[in-house]
């Protein structure tokens, strides 16, 4: 797991990117939902043609039948007295009514007088039908005969059997309605204010059209979820977005970012203090190294370390390191402090490696500090390295084998490498107290390490009874967050005055 934490900065550009999106998908659910609205009424104004259609051709089946199978008024009369939805039917003979279904319940006369001549030929209108108490508006099916164009049958309904049978009144979906037929309009003196939403549908093979206007009920209903859909959406989006950006900004440019970070100052160095074991005296240090990014926030050495090591940057890395080591010292003298640094093989190969570090050891001498490499024995060390440690040891620079026993090399480097000290991996050390009753492994290096006569340094040690332990076994020198965790340069340089 990268050791990568959030800064407050990278914290709130990360709720920025969630919130930044949050209009913009919202606007699209809303157009989305809209869109899928419109859809919907053009559905339902279609439904209610449809349904008026198929009233009309009922009625026209009626009035054909009328016309040319009924034999007398009184059988029309019979065929329809069951028809509940039909007001009356008349038939007309040079525009006299000649016939009625309902033994005149509708003031014909009336009818025949106001009726224009244009409403007689085949047809569907709206006509007021005037009654005592006023007019109703009514729909008109008319049928001209076609082998004597004076006689017409024409059928009557009164607009609210159409409202019932389209279900208007009870349709939640709808506030308003209208319905044209051959240019009048039901109800009658109805306005339709124009808006987005008015939608119309028109009859296919008949003179009728309608319009209709949706409900707030509907409306709101596209409002709350356009809020509802858009809220998962634009945060899906921005963690995508995220993630891909912190993607690119972690990994796809990590080399480019850390040749940066050297220019920018964002690296910085921490200390940690090396103990005797027997006197808990603090011995030595180790500087580690921590990036801060400003971009992406605080990265851990075992992050970027292994990237540098691969894009060529580990080398300048380390003379950061050896440099920055005497800044943050200045003028601090301490007294035979060893300086741990650590320093990977590469830095060995480096024709100027034996140069740089003799200027370094003597510039720190002059600090008190005594330089002291770490190597680590992960990557082989190839023989001209070898050569490259002993020499390095001769001009004064002690030389630590770290990370023991987890590299390939564990017997050959101590059989053919000069070093001061053997650094035994925190792997080892954390196997003290959770193995029956010693730790096998960890006692043959630390026996192994006698035998060799060098000086060794446990890592690691996190308690009481792991440094007890390392005590008994003779191991000199303890570094861990038991003693120390890594310290800025103020607070080690004012543990040291103590
Ligand atoms: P390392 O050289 O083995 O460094 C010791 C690591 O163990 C450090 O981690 C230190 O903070 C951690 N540590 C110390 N005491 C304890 C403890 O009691 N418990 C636990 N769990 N951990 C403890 P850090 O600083 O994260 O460094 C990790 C690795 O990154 C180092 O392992 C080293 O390989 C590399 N590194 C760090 N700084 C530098 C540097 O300046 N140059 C190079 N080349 N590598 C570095
Ligand atoms: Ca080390
Ligand atoms: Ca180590």
């Known amino acids: 797991m990268p050791n990568t934490k959030l800064s407050p900065k990278a914290l709130k550009k990360f709720i920025i990117t969630l919130l930044v999106p949050l209009p913009v998908i919202g606007l699209i659910c809303f157009l989305i939902g809209e869109h899928t609205l419109k859809l919907n009424l053009q559905h339902i104004s279609h439904s209610y043609v449809n349904q008026i259609e198929s009233i009309v051709d009922e009625l026209r089946d009626e009035n054909l039948q009328a016309l040319y199978d009924a034999a007398t008024c009184q059988q029309i009369q019979k065929d329809l007295l069951f028809e509940a939805f039909l007001r009356e039917m008349v038939i007309i003979k040079d525009r006299k009514i000649v016939c009625s279904s309902k033994r005149s319940e509708i003031e014909l006369a009336q009818i025949k007088h106001r009726m224009p ?69 039901y109800p009658s003196n109805s306005h339709i204010e124009a808006n987005r939403f008015l939608t119309t549908s028109h009859s296919t093979h008949l003179n009728i059209q309608v319009s209709i ?3 707030a009920k509907l409306k709101n209903e596209l409002y709350a979820n356009s809020i509802l859909f858009s809220i998962p959406i634009s945060l899906f989006l921005s963690m995508l977005w995220h993630l891909i950006t912190y993607w690119y900004q972690t990994k796809g440019s990590l080399a480019e970012k850390i040749k940066k970070a050297l220019k920018t100052n964002e690296f910085f160095l921490v200390y940690q203090p090396i103990i005797d074991s027997s006197t808990t005296e603090i011995k030595g240090i180790e500087a580690l190294i921590r990036w801060n990014s400003s971009r992406v926030g605080f990265i851990g050495p075992d992050v970027f370390i292994p990237v540098a090591e691969q894009h060529g940057l580990i080398n300048d890395i380390t003379d950061f390191v050896l440099e920055r080591v005497l800044s943050d010292w200045n003028e601090n003298k301490t007294q035979n402090l060893h300086m741990s640094i650590n320093v990977p093989p590469s830095y060995l190969s480096q024709d100027a490696c034996l140069d740089k570090l003799s200027t370094f050891a003597q510039r720190y001498k002059t600090q008190g500090l005594k330089l002291c490499v770490e190597i680590t024995e992960r990557q082989l060390l190839k023989e001209n390295d070898r050569n490259v440690l002993k020499e390095i040891q001769q001009m004064g620079v002690d030389v630590s084998i770290d990370d023991f026993g987890t590299g390939y090399t564990s017997l050959s480097v101590l059989q053919n490498s000069e070093f001061n000290y053997l650094k035994i991996d925190r792997c080892f050390i954390n196997t003290i107290g959770i193995e029956s009753v010693n ?39 303890l570094q861990g967050y038991y003693f120390y965790r890594p310290l800025s340069i103020e607070d080690v340089l004012e543990t040291l005055q103590h």
């Open 439 to 477: 730790s096998p492994v960890l006692d043959t290096i630390i026996n192994l390490g006698h035998s060799m006569n060098v000086l060794m340094v446990a890592e690691g040690v996190e308690t009481k009874e792991q440094a007890d332990y390392l005590l008994s076994q003779g191991v000199q020198l």
């Open 213 to 215: 206007v949706p409900s």
């Open 117 to 185: 001549a244009s409403m007689l030929k085949s047809g569907e209108y709206l006509f007021d039908i005037p009654y005592d108490e006023g007019s109703v508006r009514s729909l008109l099916v008319v049928n001209q005969d076609k082998h004597n164009p004076d006689r017409s049958a024409i059928s009557i309904i009164d607009q609210s059997y159409i409202d019932v049978r389209l279900g208007l009144d009870d349709d939640d979906r709808i506030s308003q309605s209208v319905m044209t037929v051959s240019g009048e309009i």
